[in-house]
């Protein structure tokens, strides 16, 4: 018989109680750990896809954030020709301009992302290590190199056509094997079919290959010092920005999650109170025979404190299954992992888990250990 | 050991409402070695003089001395430090911890007084054995009738083997043979220890060594009973 003894002899006498507030407990850290699972999911996936772009520097309007996916192309030839005569004696390798263009609804399902390539470059020169599993890799003038992803989803075959506009019409000439990063829900066609169909001879982005032994924030640096109006983003840039964006987006999850947390924090303080005045005459008992406040008082809190731990062990358990179901359907979607239950994630679940039972147990333990001998014994 | 429990002009008032309602007046008493009995009508003061020489509540006048230790003067954790050290109870509610087996019922004062589990569960079992519920001591209290839970409420109270021992009304909730068990192991303890038994029940009072007679919250005849007890 020690501390821990007692306290789980008396949730254990009381098991339908203890279960349907271990219950409580284990959806409110379940619900928390699947929101910000969310978050965690999303840098991971963020970290590999940079991971797997070739081009250590992005140059891209000033104002635009990210990958510049959307937006219409700013970037003018005459600028792409400064471009390349700044990265001259900048230690630039290559520098590749591209063009993005989005077609169909909102729903990545039914979206079809075109990258504009220019002539005689392939797309391993962008993301290096991708293979075709049918037809070939370089485009030709009215060719597009499918992502494998987009193939399966749109029952895309070598051969089928591409319409972009009534007028701009490709044929799928490749299809890429699936390598599990961005490329998979791409299709690469030729720049000036996709400057047609938008009307325009501009750029979305610069992608900017550097010499070995090159310090990409450094370039990075003196590139923007010599093209006004441009920005020119490393992979670390557009990390920190999706940081900033997803802190943004933490923070709105754990206040939702915060909701959850509140009721299950509630339930764990209600038990444990009701547990209290159930109880008063044993604590009497218990002061009668020589037990301290302390030892009233610890008595109480850990009994909150394992409620709530084990409730977020459970939940933390339940979360992560959850979190995998998630991901199968995710992947299997939009070939991205969107939840993550990380290392970090994990703590502080746990760590919030046992604030809850600490913060719910202290007003009962704190009253358990005030009440009078003589009136928690009857005695008055 | 501490030595002798002494009152010293103990007295309790209290208020209720507007009224103030004198509980114990100016109760002055030694309580030597062997057993005291304390008996008088309800709302005599008993219950509240036991209360005050077990340091369950304190006093509003005078004190309670254990030896030259001034238990009035204590904090409240103190008292309980010397609640668990020098002092059994019996209690006529027997008192148990009902998620306790009686064996850890008996066990639990050696826990809080730090006794390693091994030699708590040994102590524990000896002493139920002495008062014959060995063959309950894995039972719960709900699984023991009253004469057994009041038997190991007095292994409990014995379980560190305190000088002092009160017992209030110790056989009130039993029946007749219960109560003879009771008792009997109950003045048996209290021969080389203070016992200070409160009761309502005369003919128990009568198997002590002294009877003081409490009413209206003072203390108004001592005696010694005779040898027809």
């Known amino acids: 018989m020690e501390l821990f003894h007692l306290v789980l002899r008396n949730l254990l006498a009381r098991p339908v109680r203890s279960f349907l507030t271990l219950l409580g407990v284990v959806i409110a850290t379940t619900s928390m750990v699947l929101f910000l699972s969310f978050g965690e999911g999303l840098r991971r996936s963020l970290a590999q896809e940079l991971s797997r772009v070739g ?50 609804g909102f729903d990545p399902q039914t979206s079809f992302f075109f990258q504009g390539l220019p002539e005689g470059v392939a797309p391993d020169l962008l993301y290096p290590g991708i293979k075709p599993q049918a037809g070939r890799l370089l485009p030709s003038e009215e ?116 909701v959850a947390l509140v009721v299950g924090g509630l339930l764990v303080a209600n038990t444990v109170m009701m547990s209290v005045y159930e109880r008063t005459r044993e604590f009497g008992v218990m002061r009668a025979l020589g037990a301290k406040r302390g030892f009233i008082f610890r008595l109480v809190v850990l009994e909150a404190l394992l409620l709530a731990s084990f409730g977020g062990l459970l939940g933390l358990a339940l979360g992560s299954a959850v979190s995998q179901a998630i991901n199968l359907y995710t992947l299997g979607q939009v ?36 009440i009078p001998v003589v009136e928690a014994l009857g005695r008055v | 050991m501490m030595g002798a429990v002494r009152a010293e002009n103990l007295g309790k008032r209290y208020r209720q409402g507007e009224k103030e309602v004198v509980a114990l007046e100016g109760f002055t008493f030694a309580f030597p070695q062997g057993s005291t009995a304390v008996v008088g009508p309800s709302g005599s003061g008993k219950t509240t003089l036991l209360n005050l020489l077990a340091g369950f509540d304190l006093p509003t006048e005078g004190g309670v001395y254990l030896g030259e230790v001034a238990l009035h003067r204590l904090s409240e954790d103190e008292r309980a430090e010397v609640r668990l050290r020098h002092m059994g109870f019996v209690f006529q509610q027997w008192n148990l911890i009902p998620t306790l087996t009686a064996w850890e019922n008996v066990a639990f004062p050696l826990f809080l007084a730090g006794l390693p589990p091994r030699a708590r569960k040994e102590r524990a079992l ?55 068990q009771v008792a009997s192991l109950l003045f048996h303890a209290g021969q080389e220890r203070i016992l200070v038994l409160v009761t309502h029940d005369l003919e128990l009072a009568a198997r002590a060594e002294r009877i003081l007679y409490l009413k209206g919250g003072r203390l108004v005849r001592q005696e010694v009973p005779g040898p027809s007890r």
């Open chain 1, 143 to 258: 060719g597009a190199i499918v992502g494998a992803k987009v193939a399966k989803r749109s029952q895309l075959a070598l051969g089928n056509p591409l319409r972009l506009s009534p007028r701009v019409e490709l044929r799928v000439e490749g299809i890429l094997e699936e390598s599990g990063g961005l490329a998979d829900n791409l299709i690469f066609v030729p720049l000036k079919p996709l400057q047609e169909v938008l009307g325009t001879e501009n750029y979305t982005a610069l992608l900017v290959a550097l010499n070995p032994g090159q310090k990409a924030e450094e370039v990075a640096r003196a590139l923007e010092a010599r093209l006004p109006g441009l920005k020119a983003q490393t992979t670390g840039d557009v990390m920190r920005f999706a940081e900033r964006a997803l802190r943004i987006s933490d923070l709105v999850r754990f206040g939702i999650s915060l």
């Open chain 1, 335 to 370: 070939g991205l992992a969107l939840s993550a239950v990380t290392f970090r994630l994990s703590l502080f679940a746990l760590l919030v888990a046992l604030g809850l039972g600490l913060s719910a147990g202290l007003l009962p333990a704190y009253h358990a250990s005030r």
């Open chain 1, 55 to 104: 081009p250590a520097i992005q140059i891209v309007p000033e104002g635009m954030e990210g990958l510049g996916f959307s937006g219409y192309p700013e970037i003018t030839p005459e600028e792409y020709r400064r471009a390349v005569a700044a990265g001259k004696d900048l230690g630039v390798k290559r520098i590749t301009p591209t063009l993005f263009l989005v077609r169909g």
């Open chain 2, 126 to 180: 000896d002493l139920l054995e002495k008062v014959g519920v060995l063959e309950r001591a894995h039972h719960l209290p709900s699984r023991l009738s009253g004469g057994e839970q009041q038997r190991v409420a007095l292994a409990r109270a014995l379980a560190l083997d305190p000088p002092i021992l009160f017992a209030d009304e110790p056989t009130g909730n039993l029946d007749a043979e219960s109560r003879e």
